[in-house]
């Protein structure tokens, strides 16, 4: 890489909330960029249509704005090597995967999705590994272009070698990633609709920016070797690799984060309010090392002290306890001035309170009648011990509500929007499917969301709050109602 200028890249997919991952391994990338004077590139891997969302783009610029991360490059800021939307370079994919037919390092796949389905079935009762058994593999080229002229149906897969190790160097690792040839499948490339998959895209995308490092989590490590073979099918420079670790959940087995056990979206920890440089302070504690037993630090001090060295592949663990204390250092050094700034840009202002006020006018006879009135607007984890034993369905066992409650959070996040009317159309259907009374499932509703038996309107009060609030209300509310006797 000696003698290239330092360039990395985030590259979220729009298709849901922005993910406290994202947030991770966007610092580490732009911090090794700021430090080296290097350029950090947001690229926006929307491929998949079908679950491409136009407002979850917004708020991944959004979330990252919060923060205090900022990208060189990116849809919204331009650059030399746009546009930076993969949905937008569909004609540069399309001539890329001409250049791998036609050096062989490609083939056109007609399977139809009816024989791989039983291909799978088979596979499975004989015990063997699920894969393609390169069916399409040796077709005539000339034959094989014919039939794409004349219509038919098909997908473009990477010709992987049939044996043989692929090898990569990692930075975090002593030594060489090697994975058998024997073991990877020959990849589709592109589907059948003419869009890339992740991998094609992913490649050629940071080949053409002049992606010097990519920094990605370690997840991806197994997908890396068809990385690695693109590069290599094309004649091109790899990148340097650096996966870093997971997230890990503070359970005893420390699995990868998840929303079941934590609350995943950057836009919580801003609405419950963490404050953005304690985000990201407590990120950057996330496997690296300041030196030391230092935990706290600026992200200044982070770039100025900076190395790879420094990062542990033991899996960190995203322990909320810790996160809070972090913030509570930091609220505790603010002057009141920058304490009242910090307030007054989470929930004290006005275009928060615009929302507020609706929901408690017709209410209220004094302005002191308001903040009593809306305490549970203005807090993130509620308090349930004085409500838990009305948190019941008649007739319905507590794990049998809980679970339904759960149901409920996962047709929310499904569901685009978050609007007043949404949430009834989705709650009408769910407790209807489940044949429960109005009054039952609304009363469960409520207290689950206010840990008040009486509150403004249900639904506006969700809209209110917001996602993210709600949505770890009803996962903590689902928890207490199944541990109830």
């Known amino acids: 890489m000696s003698g290239r200028p330092v360039r990395v ?35 926006i891997e929307d491929t998949d249509q079908a679950r ?54 490609a083939y056109r796949c007609f399977c139809t999705e009816d024989r791989l389905t039983k291909l799978r079935l088979q596979q499975t009762a004989e015990k063997k590994n699920p894969g393609y058994d390169r069916h399409c593999r040796d077709l005539d080229p000339g034959a094989s272009r014919n039939r794409a002229a004349g219509g038919e149906a098909h997908v473009i897969r990477l010709k992987v ?68 073979l693109l590069y290599r099918a094309f004649g091109w420079q790899e990148p340097e690799w650096i996966h870093m670790p997971l997230l890990r959940n503070a359970d005893k087995n420390k699995t990868k984060i998840s929303k079941r056990k934590h609350p995943v979206s950057i836009n919580y920890y801003r609405d419950a309010g963490i404050l953005p440089q304690v985000l990201l302070n407590f990120l950057g504690t996330m496997g690296w090392s300041f030196g030391g037993d230092r935990e706290k630090f600026t992200l200044a ?32 050094e603010l002057s009141p001035e ?40 203005f807090s993130g984890d509620l308090d349930y011990a004085a409500v838990a034993a009305d948190m019941k369905v008649p007739d319905v066992a507590p794990a049998d509500v809980g679970k339904a409650m759960l149901e409920l959070v996962e047709k929310l996040e499904a569901r685009e929007g978050f609007t007043a009317a949404i949430l009834e159309q989705e709650t009408t ?33 969700m809209e209110v709050l917001g996602k993210e609030i709600t949505r770890r209300r009803l996962r903590r509310a689902a928890e207490v109602i199944s541990k109830a006797k």
Request: proline share 6%; aromatic share 10%.
């Open 301 to 332: 001090e982070m770039i100025e002290v900076f190395t790879w060295d420094r990062v542990s592949l033991g899996g960190p663990v995203f322990d909320l306890a810790k996160l809070n204390w972090l913030n509570e250092q930091y609220i505790h």
């Open 9 to 43: 890249r985030i590259a979220p997919s729009p298709t849901g909330d922005p993910h406290v991952g994202t947030a991770y391994i966007a610092l580490f990338n732009y911090v090794f960029a700021k430090q080296q004077g290097g350029k950090f590139v947001l690229r």
């Open 161 to 228: 070698p049939l044996e043989g190790p692929i090898e990569f160097k990692d930075r975090l690792r002593a030594e060489p990633v090697v994975r058998d040839a024997k073991e990877t499948d020959d990849q589709v490339l592109m589907k059948s609709d003419g869009m890339p998959t992740y991998h094609l895209a992913n490649v050629v995308d940071d080949h053409l920016m002049e992606i010097t490092h990519v920094c990605r989590a370690e997840e991806w490590i197994s997908s890396t070797p068809k990385h690695v």
């Open 429 to 461: 259907a769910w407790y209807t499917a489940l044949a429960w009374q109005k009054n039952h499932a609304l009363t469960l509703l409520r207290l689950a969301v206010t840990a008040r038996r009486a509150s403004p309107p249900m639904f506006e009060t």
């Open 338 to 377: 920058a304490l009242a700034d910090a307030l007054i840009a989470w929930r004290l202002n006005k275009e928060y309170l615009t929302k507020v006020i609706p929901l408690i006018q017709k209410r209220i006879k004094k302005l002191d009648e308001v903040i009593p009135l809306t305490e549970f607007l």
């Open 52 to 105: 491409a969302r136009a407002d979850s783009e917004q708020m991944i610029y959004d979330a990252l704005h919060w923060t205090g991360l900022s990208w060189d490059e990116g849809p919204d800021v331009g650059g030399p090597f746009g546009p930076y939307r993969q949905s937008e370079r569909r004609e540069l994919y399309q001539h890329h995967i001409g250049v791998l037919l036609d050096k062989g390092e």
